[in-house]
């Protein structure tokens, strides 16, 4: 399971590009969507405005508590998450990396809306890669240094 997180804007994108994004879920900036394996075709074919990488479950088990949202712009609760009979974030988190079950079966928004990361982004800034110190592309584990940053 890959998080993608969209990093550039919207400006001057190709139609292509621009529809990829939107397939990905992956509409603003900022914006985090977990990706699926068989999807990262189309990552790569986005890397130029958005960055990726494998989350951990102990990442998505924070960004759920964080920043789960669900139906109706309420916060993801220990309440609704008995009720969809889990026992804690880290259950539901382990539940979802190993594709037992969805976050649209769940009843959580796919999409999570993050703040821009404390300290910026790396010192090359978005417009180049991350091997070659940038913000973009594939960073591997290191998304969850990133993503711990943003929520």
Same mark, same amino acid.
Request: hydrophobic share 30%; charged share 40%; no cysteine.
């Given at each position: 399971m890959y998080a993608a997180i969209r990093v550039r804007g919207q400006v001057n994108v190709s139609p292509g590009i621009k529809k990829t994004l939107c397939l990905l879920m992956l509409e603003r900036v900022n914006h985090l969507a977990l990706v699926s394996d068989e999807q990262r075709g189309m990552l790569n074919k986005?890397?130029?405005y958005a960055t990726f990488g494998e989350i951990d479950e102990e990442t998505l088990a924070l960004l759920l508590e964080k920043r789960g949202r669900i139906t109706? $712009? /309420?916060r993801l609760c220990k309440a609704f998450l008995k009720e969809k009979k889990f026992n804690s974030f880290s259950e539901l988190a382990k539940a979802i990396l190993v594709a037992k079950v969805s976050l649209k079966q769940v009843g959580v928004k796919p999409v999570f809306r993050l703040g821009p990361? $404390? /300290?910026?982004y790396e010192r090359a800034g978005i417009k180049k890669g991350y091997s070659v110190g940038g913000a973009l592309g594939y960073r591997a584990?290191?998304?969850?240094?990133?993503?711990?940053?943003?929520v």
């Open positions: 986005v890397q130029a109706g $712009k /309420k990361p $404390k /300290k910026g584990g290191d998304i969850n240094k990133l993503i711990k940053r943003m």
